[in-house]
């Protein structure tokens, strides 16, 4: 016992001197100030629902982030914006040393230390994935631990493999169990296999971890039974060729994508590609094909589906990570010394640093919105109002409550809304605050999940009343959705919200009265 707390010791003396315990250190005090200075945006208070109904798959997405939001909020105790977001925080934290390691493992630790650099500095890894809490956030853990196993993988020729292969199963489950793009961690390994290494098809190991994979994401098929494969109906109807081109989509995915990590990170991905592609920096070693395949599959496939549907840039998020590991190698090369990378990652460093505070500002400080200013439409466009002080519309909405109860115009505890979002916001920042019953009530593409969460809530009835919010942002008028389903749609009331003293949006409150059902 002695001797391991000697070797603790020693650890930790290593690690404080270290470059990159001071930036994983740095990195997670930013991201701590970033998640407790800004709301839940509307994708993080629709996960923290899944969260409170725990099931093993949903409309949209696999349980994981249920499970890690239910893990960092001590079973839903604390559910402010900082326990929520602590999972992905701490997961960040964990990350930037894993890319450390393996970035030491594919040459030195230069490589290591420029893997972190670019990691930390892409949008993607350190904060979308790094502080909100999306599917994002456990798949990036489990897909950099499966990268961890792989490169030991493809180097080693010992009995470890073994071991390892078991392993990268186990992982490989879990991405999948976080997020569906985990696929593409054994299409990116399958090729590998075809291609470079068909020893590894006389492994049984190999097919035990198949097995182990396929019995982790098992629950996910079996829910998708008893629920007609709705969440595979509902993301291949998102990618499904069945248009033109695409050229916005095309764009959007591109730009996004160089957005999303880092537009300098991007530079240097796209410069180190092509120096690999030149055969300029061992392109035969079994480390770089195994991270090629790693990513360019999930890129390609995602650039050529924006051709003709609507893509999300960082559904390619983790196939970067591959790639900066890439460019690392490339960055940390002698040739690459007389161009000072180095230096360019630094500035990406302070980049990313410098977007994040202003964007803390924005959010918080901005006179009014930038987006519309039409009185209706007020704020419509304006992805800043998104997280900012969704407490207030609580208040007003709770004196508008009050007083309807007060003078008897009618006593519901419902609120209705057919859309997942401003569906999540009004569920989380007034129902639940305000012990109301949140019922989402229109079609199954627009509420998701609420589909099925509507069944484990009081049930709006035949002759209820219901009050339905919306916002200026994201106005829709229930007069339009609403006027088969009750009887009488009254005038709204509106509440002006101001930011710096200048009108950013509105929230409108209609009292639906009489449910038909």
């Known amino acids: ?23 994983i250190t740095i990195a997670t005090l930013i991201r701590i100030v970033l998640a407790i200075s800004i709301d839940l945006g509307n994708d993080e208070v629709y996960y923290l629902t899944y969260a409170q109904h725990l099931q093993w798959n949903y409309f949209d997405h696999p349980p994981m982030v249920a499970l ?24 960040a934290a964990i990350n930037t040393y894993l890319m450390y390691c393996i970035g030491s493992k594919l040459k030195n630790k230069t490589t290591g230390l420029i893997a972190t650099l670019l990691f930390t500095s892409s949008f993607y890894t350190s904060v979308i994935a790094g502080v909100f809490i999306l599917p994002d956030a456990p798949q990036l853990f489990f897909w950099i631990i499966c ?34 793009h985990g696929l593409f961690l054994w299409l990116g390994f399958g090729m590998y296999i075809l291609i470079y290494n068909r020893n590894l098809l006389f492994n049984k190991y190999l097919y035990l971890s198949v097995f182990i994979t396929i019995m982790i994401v098992s629950p996910i098929v079996i829910w998708n039974i008893d629920n007609n494969f709705i969440t595979y109906t509902f993301h291949s109807n998102r990618v499904t060729i069945d248009r033109g081109v695409n ?26 590609l092509v120096g690999i592609y030149n055969n300029k920096y061992s392109i035969q070693q079994p480390i770089i094909r195994l991270l090629l395949l790693m990513s360019l599959p999930l890129v390609v496939v995602l650039i050529f589906i924006s051709l003709y549907r609507d893509t999300l840039p960082h559904w390619s998020g983790p196939a970067f990570v591959s790639l900066i590991l890439l460019t690392s190698f490339v ?8 161009y000072k990378y180095p230096k360019m990652v630094n500035t990406s460093l302070v980049f990313t640093a410098v977007i994040i505070f202003s964007g803390i500002i924005l959010i918080n400080n901005y006179p009014g919105t930038i987006g519309s200013t039409h009185s209706e439409s007020l704020g419509k466009g304006d992805v800043t109002l998104d997280m900012y002080q969704w407490d207030y519309f609580k208040s007003k909405f709770n004196t508008i409550y009050s007083n309807n109860l007060k003078n008897g115009k009618t006593n519901t505890k419902f609120i209705v809304n057919n859309k997942w979002f401003p569906a999540a916001h009004i569920n989380n920042y007034i129902a639940q605050p305000l012990h109301l019953s949140f019922v989402g009530l229109g079609k199954l593409e627009d509420i998701h999940t609420y589909a099925w ?33 009750f009887e009488r749609i009254n005038p709204p009331y509106v509440v002006t919200q101001y930011r710096n003293k200048i009108a950013a949006r509105k929230m409108f409150v209609y009292l639906l009265e009489s449910y038909k059902k």
Do not use: H
């Not at 016992?1 to 930036?23: A, D, E, P, R, T």
């Not at 929520?84 to 701490?90: A, C, D, N, T, Y």
């Not at 490169?151 to 879990?174: E, H, M, R």
């Open 1 to 23: 016992m002695q001797i391991i707390g000697i070797l603790l010791n020693s650890c930790c003396m290593i690690l404080k001197k270290s470059k990159v315990f001071w930036l």
């Open 453 to 485: 969460l509507n069944n484990y809530r009081n049930k709006l009835n035949k002759g209820d009343d219901a009050y339905f919010v919306t916002f200026s942002n994201m106005y829709t008028n229930p007069n339009e959705i609403y006027k088969d389903s």
């Open 331 to 338: 960055l940390s090369s002698d040739s690459g010394k007389k």
């Open 147 to 180: 990268l961890y196993l792989l490169v030991d993988i493809v180097t080693s020729k010992s009995s470890i493999i073994n071991y390892q292969l078991i392993l990268f199963g186990i992982f490989a489950g879990l991405c999948i169990m976080s997020k569906i």
């Open 247 to 272: 050229l916005n989509g095309f764009f959007r995915e591109v730009l996004g994508g160089a957005m999303y990590n880092n537009p300098l990170n991007y530079i240097l991905i796209v410069t180190a």
């Open 68 to 91: 890690l939001i239910r893990l960092t909020t001590l079973n839903l105790f604390f559910t402010d914006a900082f326990f929520v977001r602590l999972g992905p925080i701490f997961l």
